[in-house]
């Protein structure tokens, strides 16, 4: 998503939770609701709410709270979900294959185009109707095809090796699950999943509260 100035990454980091309840509110049909009720589903405080929305722009009104269904559309355009983006997924192991089968990627507008992989074993199995292609054809299909947002599943010696492909082929999204950090021109996003580092913090956190006991 793209970073508005002036605004810190910690509020655009909370607007993904907020546009998912928003989203359950209206699965439950829920025509409006005030920013304390949504501090009770949401976990963060009214003021913090509040805040988070002002920057964006004035949604709520006084004795009347947030319109769910016109925050829910407003927060899907500051997220970019009005727009669609191509995807490809490098990498077609466990972590690359469960990606791939997550089928809300097309209702976010996140279109997955292709999967590499460098096994052989691999090649030619369809995920989802998407054949795995050699990761040797990975800078042909990306000169050949407009892509938005790269995937890396790879293992992190070969993280910034396809990292460099996808940058110098236009990809200015990536997604990286490789345990490394990536070297990007200042042009290119790149969003870390790094899960060796969420489960470090909840056995921290695990380990904290034993100790309160």
């Known amino acids: 998503m793209e970073r508005k100035k002036g605004i810190s990454m910690a509020v655009i980091k909370r607007l993904p939770k907020y546009h998912r309840y928003l989203q359950e509110l209206l699965n439950n049909e829920v025509d409006r609701i005030s920013s304390k009720e949504?501090?009770?589903k949401i976990g963060f405080t009214a003021s913090q709410i509040r805040q988070d929305l002002n920057c964006f722009g004035d949604f709520g009104q006084q004795?009347?709270?947030?319109?769910?269904?016109?925050l829910y559309n407003q927060i899907?355009?500051?997220?970019?979900l009005n727009k669609d983006y191509n995807s490809v997924i490098v990498g077609a192991g466990n972590i690359g294959q469960a990606i791939a089968n997550y089928t809300k990627f097309n209702k976010l507008g996140i279109e997955l185009t292709a999967i590499f992989d460098a096994n052989p074993k691999l090649l030619g199995i369809k995920i989802r109707d998407i054949d795995i292609k050699d990761i040797d054809e990975l800078s042909n299909f990306l000169r050949e095809n407009h892509v938005d947002v790269g995937i890396i599943c790879v293992?992190?010696?070969?993280a910034q090796k396809v990292c460099d492909i996808l940058v110098q082929n236009g990809v200015k999204g990536i997604w990286n699950f490789a345990p490394v950090d990536l070297d990007v021109p200042s042009d290119v996003t790149v969003e870390n999943v790094h899960l060796s580092e969420s489960l470090l913090t909840l056995v921290y956190l695990l380990?904290?509260?034993e100790k309160d006991k």
Do not use: A, D, Q, T
Request: no cysteine; aromatic share 8%; hydrophobic share 20%.
């Open 76 to 80: 899907s355009s500051i997220l970019g």
């Open 38 to 40: 949504l501090s009770e």
């Open 155 to 158: 293992p992190r010696v070969n």
């Open 207 to 209: 380990n904290e509260s």
């Open 63 to 70: 004795g009347y709270g947030y319109n769910v269904k016109e």
